[in-house]
């Protein structure tokens, strides 16, 4: 579950050492995420659906949608039947089937790698980035961007590709290629700003899920 949901976090990560960055395509790469982030950061809220296709090395498919709030540092995220909120300072992993919820501090988790919001700059370090090319698909124009880990050997994946919508400046997919052969395949299918968001979406309620056994391991 872990690694599907930070598939998510990094909503799009990481080809091989001998890759050579080429100049003028790093820096149009680096513009266009520039301006996404840019234009990301300014919204108040973002609420987001989204649709994940697992491939397997041997060509089989899982399929599975989810959904996704985010307002400044606190976040919401439904994936798998597990739900996460995010206040900013605490966790809480809802395992909706194992009717468990494990609370734990933000800056224990991974260094915040978890945290949806880190799509907007995680680009900004740790990885190296080319422009592939402009074109159309499911009608629409689209950025396509490559993005390579400049260490191969502490990531889980060779090389992360995203799809931007050009004329909105939004991500609009992810695919993530593991170094296994997996591929995974992350869909933004509907993407709404600054609506009205209460912080209560960001955080557990006991109240609401009788029967549900909190681990508290701040």
């Known amino acids: 579950?872990?690694?599907?949901?930070?598939?998510?976090?990094?909503?799009?990560?990481?080809?091989?050492?001998?890759?050579?960055?080429?100049?003028?395509?790093?820096?149009?790469?680096?513009?266009?995420?520039?301006?996404?982030?840019?234009?990301?950061?300014?919204?108040?809220?973002?609420?987001?659906?989204?649709?994940?296709?697992h491939t397997s090395p041997d060509k089989k498919t899982d399929k599975a949608t989810g959904t996704m709030l985010m307002k400044g540092n606190k976040y919401q995220l439904?994936?798998?039947?597990?739900?996460?909120?995010?206040?900013?300072?605490?966790?809480w992993t809802h395992m909706v089937e194992e009717k468990e919820v494990v609370?734990?501090?933000?800056?224990?988790?991974?260094?915040?790698?978890?945290?949806?919001?880190?799509?907007?700059?995680?680009?900004?370090?740790?990885?190296?980035?080319?422009?592939?090319?402009?074109?159309?698909?499911?009608?629409?124009?689209?950025?396509?961007?490559?993005?390579?880990?400049e260490n191969l050997d502490k990531s889980e994946y060779s090389k992360v590709r995203l799809s931007i919508d050009k004329d909105k400046s939004q991500l609009w997919k992810a695919e993530y290629f593991a170094k296994d052969g997996n591929i995974y395949t992350i869909t933004v299918n509907t993407f709404k700003v600054n609506e009205q968001i209460s912080d209560a979406s960001f955080t557990f309620d006991k109240s609401k899920h009788p029967g549900v056994k909190v681990i508290d391991e701040r």
């Open 1 to 53: 579950m872990k690694k599907l949901i930070s598939l998510l976090s990094i909503f799009a990560i990481c080809a091989t050492v001998s890759f050579g960055q080429n100049n003028n395509t790093s820096a149009k790469a680096k513009q266009i995420l520039d301006q996404v982030s840019k234009k990301t950061k300014s919204y108040s809220s973002i609420s987001i659906s989204y649709s994940l296709v």
């Open 103 to 149: 609370l734990s501090n933000v800056e224990d988790d991974d260094s915040g790698m978890m945290n949806p919001a880190k799509v907007l700059t995680m680009y900004e370090k740790g990885f190296k980035y080319k422009f592939i090319q402009d074109r159309f698909e499911a009608s629409r124009a689209i950025y396509v961007i490559d993005l390579y880990p």
């Open 78 to 91: 439904s994936i798998l039947d597990n739900v996460l909120y995010c206040d900013g300072k605490n966790l």
